[in-house]
């Protein structure tokens, strides 16, 4: 069902977060990411609205206006898994042209999502300088460090949200509870346990016997019972299948734990390290739904009190 908002999307990626973004009911007019396989994944499931472009070098005046701007910039730069060179390097400065774009475009709401990193000691003033920008440009914001094992997602993934309202809105956004059963409920056997088991070309390639205790360390078997680790855009750093095959997770195993629906489809013509990156780097699309879902009902009731 419609919720009457529009929405535009910075570094959608493959669109794994905007599977939820349109559960919740928003209209996308406009998404934009400089990765061209996972624009190409983007378009085969939602459509010609995406481009593949600079978010440095787009004309911001070009965009769209739109009710909420939703996405996360690259986030390599923050993560603890990466250098964590922070807002020094490259991929860190899309943040401060993520903060430009919201402050010509002056939506209602924005919605912005990177690592736990961030918010960690090494780069926890880049993140209080996000936060007083944002209130510079105009939004009261909220933010929370979102498991998403508790909204209902098989997969321990620790992700930092950030939702702005425009001050003139006169309200501030309340993060969403759980719904019941949700909370820290689903493991990996509810979600990819009636998977059959691949083809030997369709996962990451089955593991030898012998393999070296940092090579463990790195590819540690999962539980049917329990939740996933976070599903990383290596799948060669991942951990392995809970199963009596000792392999890989194939991408759409992944896409089960990120909460993806199985009409969403990655072409075939993408490279099986590509596909794995598209949906290691998307945000959850429960999660996106949550999210998005309470932002529109919050939103449309700020209307309504204003009519």
Known sequence: MKNGLTVLELFC????????????????VKALDFDKNAVKAYRHNFGDHVEQADINTVEIGSLPDTDVIFGGP???DYSIAGKGEGEEGERGKLVFRYIDIIAEKQPKAFIFENVKGLIGKKHRHTFNALLTKF???GYEVNWKLIMAWDYGVAQKRERVFVVGIRKDLGFTYAFPKPLEGDYRTIVLRDVIGDLPEPAQQSNGGHLSDNY???YEMANRKESFDKPGATVTAHHRCSYTHPGEEQRRFTVRE???IQSVPDSYVIPDDISLSAQ???VGNGIASRV?????????EQLNAGTKSEM
């Open 135 to 137: 209130n510079e440009i």
């Open 74 to 76: 690259p986030c390599q």
């Open 288 to 296: 996106a739904w949550y999210i998005g879902k309470a932002l529109a």
């Open 13 to 28: 990626g493959g669109g794994i977060g905007t599977n939820g973004i349109l559960a919740a009911g928003y209209d996308v």
């Open 254 to 256: 992944c896409m089960r």
């Open 276 to 278: 794995y990156r598209i």
């Open 212 to 214: 070296g205790t940092e």
